[in-house]
RNA sequence: GGAGGCAUAGCUCAGUUGGUUAGAGCGCAUGCUUGACAUGCAUGAGGUCAUUGGUUCAACUCCAAUUGUCUCCACCA
């Protein structure tokens, strides 16, 4: 046994939370060995990105991961958590080109490619562990021996590895078409990476006339800088306003150019005019017009958002100010017929908000159809599970949607496409190996595509590549596929259905079997936490204030899966008061403790308080092992919340003074014995949530292990069911609250005490044992039990009357008792008893109700019709003895 | 336009396959220095479980519609 120490008198987490972590991390206790003989469990923890500050959305995240694999490790797993970060492409380039700018005067152009990455990497190495130290405050018990970045070695590997084999299979192509375009952070975006925000813009309508002078048609546009690029108008075939003018030629405005109009299902005959002006190189729609009546792309505005040598007088202008222009010109010349007001949902960049421009470009795409079948049918056959369930219906819908996936940016920092250019016969070879002979050649001037990859495309790998793939390593063999994968529901486009697919194609397995789903943590008035809004709250400040225990309490109490939840004030107070509870029951406890043995002693020789406790504890165990395995992370911590501060404290532990006031007696030793046994219990249920309070506690304590960490979780014991003396307890329980609650209706102070009579025809339930409980918890300054009422004993004209289901008390109170006042009370008691038998009575001589509902529930019903005819009785037995 | 969530006490929210008198925290009221804890103890007030219908012996729970509210996806120029 090690040296138990002392438990101050103030709790204070931060005496004792880093200590502690630094010990398990010493004791190596987060790192799993893949041939410990043990079934494995395993989560990768969803990397955040290197630029990151720890903030609530991941504290919530890794809370719940960390009960988890906790859970498991308690349970006798190979647990294993796998942390690492992720490069954050865009995110990261930004931020240090920011910098650059700021302390340099630099850009990122200014330094060359190879310079500017020397500069990321020395930033990662610099910044990028900070967040990993964030989640260690927290007690994450994440294996930092095996931590991985999307960018080392093994993860770039894999990412070629899968490249390459998706071209092979022409999974990936390069096209020329139209994709959405950040002019901000110039390169293409996926189209999961642009945000729809609504916005007040407006519809102008403008005339093109027809060649020669002979009228015009109206077309309407909400941008109408993009008419530089115009090549045709398009109406709809079936609309007769227009079927004269198919094949007619119009005089673009402006810029004087012949353009067709075309007839097209596309347009939508009862929207705007009908008249559509087609733009291929900025619009997708028009693309496919485009493509369809062969009509030229002429790319008007450029990477920086501006509009290029095409566009006449209005070139270098941005687009913005060329719009203004092109429309004042417009009115000038009389082309401009009217402005509409107009709301439309304008793209934007996930990253930095800017407008997105839609733009012809030449791309690298990934091919989804055949990658979508497989992905749909993992969770359609449910090897897949989404918890809560309703989340696997956004799966399916968005796959059932997705279009090719833009996987080129034109960025630096992230994995350059491995794709060779021959320079001197144009030959392009994909390979895993840098190419430096044209394969067709045989030239040596090669150059590489300048483009990287999107961060998406390396995070979709995370689960298999992390593990060593496609290396059959140790650890993929046990680990992988892993079992939770725990994420919010904002990401499931992004990363998590990625993820299925990719994993599926690349290893035929699923990535993980289960996904885990969480809502998003908001502020106290219900707002997202963003830092325009600077209403963020700092998990590091709630740590330093209220420790990390509190923290992980509040976000995993009264958390239903799938839902956002408020953080706030009360809620982190309420969470340390609990803290503060256990701490403090258990200073009670140990400052009583003489023992040194953990064990319970013979069932037989426990008091009737003892058997009731651990009867109501192995319940517990049971409660929490079973919601525990749906994910009920709320549910559990509210069960194991009650069973510590309202059973645990509030009752057993005032039960067991008496016996801690005899010391050296037996049955003082009997109490220490349960005392520890059931606060050891709690303290195991309990850790996966609060570790660290769980385990200053625990290793303060007679121990029998050398971590709470490395115990073993609580389990059913059989043997300590024991319904038959828990509910003769309760009605112990039951008596004592019935004299408090009818003491306090008549304003009795605490100090007046008085006897107690009690008439049962359970008096077995009240045996000698347990009269200081009603001394110590409801007044009284004597008991005495009778099997019946006897007259000599008690003057019922001159005592208050108490009845419950099992038992009719007296509280000799002459001076303070008015007897018209008790006879209405008693009066009204009874009828309302009476109403109750007479209901359960109808409920019971129903049929249907008999012969169709449960045997469980009917006996139910007729249990409680029995209580309620005791009652009444006893009532009656009062109200007679009133006279 | 398509899909989904939510609506329960003054506030914030639980309520695990339908089965007592619907719960918690905070707030409120009353009384307590009960030698672990005032970050506490005891007691209490407070709810037609959004509305209407349906299924069932039984509905806060399941189904349909309505109202309010939030989110995601698509995007008609």
Excluded at 162 to 167: A, E, I, R
Excluded at 314 to 323: F, L, V, W
Excluded at 716 to 726: D, K, S
Excluded at 804 to 830: F, G, M, Q, W
């Amino acid at each position: 046994m090690e040296n138990k120490h002392e438990l101050p008198k103030t709790y204070d987490p931060k005496s004792f939370e880093d200590r502690i972590y630094q010990n398990w991390c010493d004791k190596k206790y987060f790192t799993p060995s893949v041939d410990d003989g043990k079934p494995p469990f395993s989560i990768v923890i969803p990397p955040p990105n290197v630029t990151g500050q720890l903030h609530m959305g991941h504290a919530l995240d890794e809370t719940l991961q960390d009960i988890l694999i906790r859970w498991k490790r308690m349970e006798g797993y190979s647990a294993l958590w796998l942390p690492g970060t992720d490069h954050a492409g865009i995110a990261t380039q930004i931020k240090v080109e920011e910098v650059l700018r700021k302390d340099e005067g630099l850009t990122r152009y200014d330094l060359g490619r190879e310079k500017f990455l020397e500069r990321v990497w020395d930033w990662k190495n610099k910044y990028g562990n900070r967040i990993i130290n964030q989640l260690k405050k927290l007690g994450s018990s994440c294996d930092w021996s095996r931590e991985r970045f999307t960018m080392d070695e093994g993860l770039s590997k894999a990412v070629r590895e899968v490249f390459v084999n998706l071209y092979n299979k022409g999974l990936i192509y390069r096209g020329y078409r139209i994709i959405n375009w950040c002019p901000h952070c110039r390169t293409a975006l996926s189209d999961a990476e642009v945000e729809y925000i609504e916005q007040q813009g407006s519809f102008w309508h403008i005339r093109y006339p027809l060649k020669g002078g002979s009228g015009y048609v109206e077309v309407a546009t909400t941008r109408p800088e993009t008419m530089l690029g115009d090549t045709a108008v398009a109406v709809n075939p079936n609309d007769e306003r227009y079927t004269s003018l198919i094949g007619k030629t119009l005089i673009l405005p402006l810029v004087g150019r012949e353009i067709p109009v075309v007839a097209d299902e596309y347009v939508d005959i009862g929207f705007g005019t009908g008249c559509v002006k087609i733009t291929p190189a900025h619009d997708p729609n028009d693309f496919e017009v485009g493509k369809r009546h062969d009509l030229e792309v002429i790319k008007v505005i450029s990477d920086n958002g501006s509009i290029n040598e095409l566009g006449g007088k209005y070139a270098g202008m941005d687009r913005y100010e060329a719009r203004k222009a092109i429309v004042a010109d417009l009115e000038a010349e009389g082309y401009l017929v009217r402005i509409e007001p107009h709301t439309h949902n304008v793209g934007t960049c996930y990253r930095c908000k800017t407008t997105v421009e839609p733009l012809a470009s030449d791309q690298w795409f990934v091919k989804m159809a055949p990658l979508v079948g497989p992905a749909l049918d993992a969770v359609k056959e449910g090897r897949i599970k989404f918890e809560p369930e309703r989340f696997s219906k956004i799966y399916i819908n968005w796959m059932e949607n997705l279009h090719d996936w833009c996987i080129s940016r034109q960025l630096w920092w992230g994995h350059r496409i491995p794709a060779f250019y021959c320079e001197d016969c144009g030959e392009m070879t994909v390979a895993k190996t840098d190419v430096t002979v044209c394969p067709k050649c045989g030239g040596t001037h090669i150059h590489q595509d300048p483009d990287v990859l999107d961060t998406w495309f390396s995070s979709a790998l995370w689960p298999f590549s992390t593990m060593g793939w496609p290396e059959k390593t140790p650890e993929f063999e046990k680990y992988f596929p892993t079992n939770v994968l725990v994420t919010g529901y904002d990401i499931i486009s992004f990363w998590v259905s990625r993820m299925i697919f990719s994993s599926l194609e690349h290893t035929g397995n699923i990535p993980f079997s289960t996904v885990f789903i969480h809502g998003l943590v908001r502020d106290a008035k219900g707002r997202k936490m963003s830092k325009s809004l600077g209403n963020g709250i700092d998990p590091l400040e709630i740590i330093d204030k209220y420790g990390a225990d509190a923290l992980r309490f509040a976000l995993a109490t009264g958390n239903s899966p799938g839902n956002d939840m408020r953080f706030s004030d009360e809620k982190i107070e309420a969470a340390r008061n609990f803290a503060n509870k256990l701490w403090n029951a258990s200073r009670f406890v140990r400052m009583n403790l003489t023992i040194e043995e953990t064990g319970l002693p013979e069932y037989a020789s426990l008091a009737n308080e003892d058997k009731w406790i651990l009867d109501r504890f192995n319940r517990l165990t049971a409660t929490v092992n079973s919601s525990l395995e749906h994910f009920e992370v709320g549910v559990t911590l509210s069960a194991i919340y009650d069973f510590t501060w309202d059973v645990f404290c509030d009752w057993y532990v005032e039960l067991t003074k008496a016996r801690l006031n005899a010391p050296g007696t037996e049955e003082n030793l009997t109490a220490q014995r349960v005392l520890l046994y059931v606060l050891t219990g709690i303290l195991k249920l309990l850790h996966p949530f609060m570790p660290f309070i769980t385990e200053e506690i625990y290793l303060s304590l007679p121990h029998d292990c050398e971590s709470i960490m490395i115990s073993d979780y609580p389990k059913v014991t059989e043997e300590l069911y024991n319904t038959e003396v828990a509910d003769s307890f309760e009605r112990v329980i039951t008596a004592i609250k019935a004299i408090r609650t009818r003491r306090a209706d008549m304003n009795i102070a605490p100090s007046r005490k008085s006897k107690v009579y009690i008439a049962t025809k359970y008096a077995d339930s009240f045996g000698e044992s347990t009269k200081p409980f009603f001394v110590r918890l409801a007044s009284a300054s004597e008991v005495e039990v009778a099997e019946a009422f006897d007259e000599n004993e008690v003057n019922a004209d001159n005592s208050v009357q108490i009845i419950t289901d099992s038992a009719v008390i007296y509280l000799p109170l002459a001076d303070i008792i008015d007897i018209d006042k008790e006879r209405k009370r008693l009066n009204t008691e009874l009828e309302r008893l009476k109403a109750d038998a007479e209901r359960l009575n109808k409920k019971l001589s129903n049929e249907s109700f008999v012969s169709k509902a449960p045997a469980a529930v009917v006996d139910g019903e007729r249990a409680k019709l029995a209580k309620a005819l005791e009652s009444i009785s006893g009532v009656e037995t009062a109200l007679k003895k009133l006279g």
